[in-house]
């Protein structure tokens, strides 16, 4: 059974960073692509941005582009969220996610980890 563990949340003022670890473990093949998403209270899941998990493509919501980063480590089968100058807005709970064929759309993600809480103070 295949389980995704973030960690790396917490609370940060704004301007800050932050790094977000997943570590995945029971896969009986490497998905095609892992994700981030997010979720504030009262507003939907939306994606922050995702990987091609063969070729390290990678690909970014504008209102994070050039502020987080994702990374792999295939080798650990550790996926990461590098985030920098963090606004309040950022404040969300935040989900790892796989997917088989896709990470573009919430509903077709196979796996999802439970989930790391980001607080961003101005």
């Known amino acids: 059974q295949v389980q995704l563990v973030e960690s790396g949340g917490g609370s940060v003022q704004a301007g800050g960073s932050l790094r977000l670890s997943c570590v995945g473990s029971?896969?009986?093949?490497?998905?095609?692509?892992m994700a981030w998403f997010r979720q504030a209270p009262g507003k939907e899941r939306e994606r922050v941005g995702w990987i091609k998990t063969s070729d390290g493509t990678t690909s970014y919501a504008d209102s994070v582009k050039d502020r987080f980063t994702i990374s792999q480590d295939n080798a650990k089968n550790t996926l990461y969220l590098q985030m920098n100058s963090l606004k309040p807005e950022d404040t969300a709970m935040y989900y790892c996610a796989a997917g088989s064929f896709t990470c573009a759309d919430p509903r077709f993600i196979n796996y999802w980890g439970q989930g790391t809480q980001v607080t961003v103070s101005s």
């Open positions: 029971g896969y009986t093949y490497r998905p095609y692509c």
